[in-house]
């Protein structure tokens, strides 16, 4: 198996909660090197760039002002398996289905403020990665 990379958003739920500290550690204890982070402020453009994918869902404007509502932190996690491995720590995106010892049933308050975001995909996860960090800012 290869190393790969996959993007994760610690979101806005959570910097608000200062869990930024836990949750990596969460990602270090479970393996993930995390090789670029940074903390922002979505703007309207960046939040509805990156989910244009749900542009046509019923839930699109409100998942836009609620990543646009507080500080996020973007980063990117490497280690074998990465994407899924990711998906697997965050656990189920309703936290009330979330497996123990996840992210999302440890920290999540509800499947909107579920605190991270990972990418589905390698493919998707290149693409996530590229929209928020340059090839410079990611130090392996």
Avoid: C, W
Avoid at 71 to 84: D, T
Wanted: charged share 25%; net charge negative.
């Amino acid at each position: 198996m290869t190393v790969q990379r996959t993007l994760s958003i610690l979101k806005p739920d959570a910097t608000e909660r200062n869990l930024t500290g836990a949750i990596n550690a969460m990602f270090e204890k479970n393996g993930f090197r995390i090789v670029a982070q940074k903390r922002l402020r979505l703007t309207k453009e960046q939040a509805e760039g990156f989910y244009a994918v749900h542009k046509e869902r019923p839930f699109y404007g409100e998942l836009v002002s609620y990543m646009m509502s507080g500080p996020v932190v973007v980063q990117v996690l490497e280690k074998e398996n990465a994407v899924q491995a990711n998906r697997d720590l965050m656990g189920a995106t309703n936290p009330a289905n979330a497996d123990e010892g996840t992210i999302r049933k440890t920290f999540a308050e509800s499947i909107e403020r579920n605190s991270v975001h990972g990418s589905d995909s390698l493919e998707n996860a290149a693409t996530e990665i590229k929209f928020f960090f340059t090839d410079a800012e990611i130090v392996g």
